[in-house]
């Protein structure tokens, strides 16, 4: 069985920075993609970032320059470093793992939350301005 556990959100303010950790159980690490998705009240869920198992990453328009993922496969682990936060970055942010072939990072299929099965229960970043 899969699980996600979801680390290290909290309160900042504007330009603060807050790193995020997605610890990961129960699946083989090396052929998943994993993804950061965020979710706002209100808003739809969208994709933050992702990276696969060759280690390429991808990153929406919004936080390209400001966040960073990066992984540690020995620990099964899946960092999103925050800077630079802004009050818009307020949200729910979640952790999503998928088994896939090939290289995610390259696919934009995986921005979308439907294309993955698994998900931690969720971690909230608040910035106030």
């Known amino acids: 069985q899969v699980k996600l556990v979801e680390s290290g959100g909290g309160s900042v303010q504007s330009g603060g920075s807050l790193r995020l950790s997605c610890a990961a159980s129960g699946l083989t690490y090396s052929t998943y993609c994993m993804g950061w998705f965020r979710q706002a009240p209100g808003k739809e869920r969208e994709s933050v970032a992702r990276i696969d198992q060759g280690s390429f990453t991808s990153y929406a328009d919004s936080v390209k320059g400001r966040f960073t993922i990066s992984q540690d496969k020995a620990k099964n682990t899946v960092y999103l470093q925050m800077d630079t936060l802004k009050p818009e970055d307020t949200a729910m942010y979640y952790c999503?793992?998928?088994?896939?072939?090939?290289?995610?990072?390259?696919?934009?299929?995986?921005?979308?939350?439907?294309?993955?099965?698994?998900w931690g229960p969720g971690t909230q970043v608040t910035v106030s301005s």
């Open positions: 999503a793992a998928q088994n896939v072939r090939g290289l995610c990072a390259f696919n934009n299929d995986y921005r979308m939350p439907s294309e993955y099965n698994n």
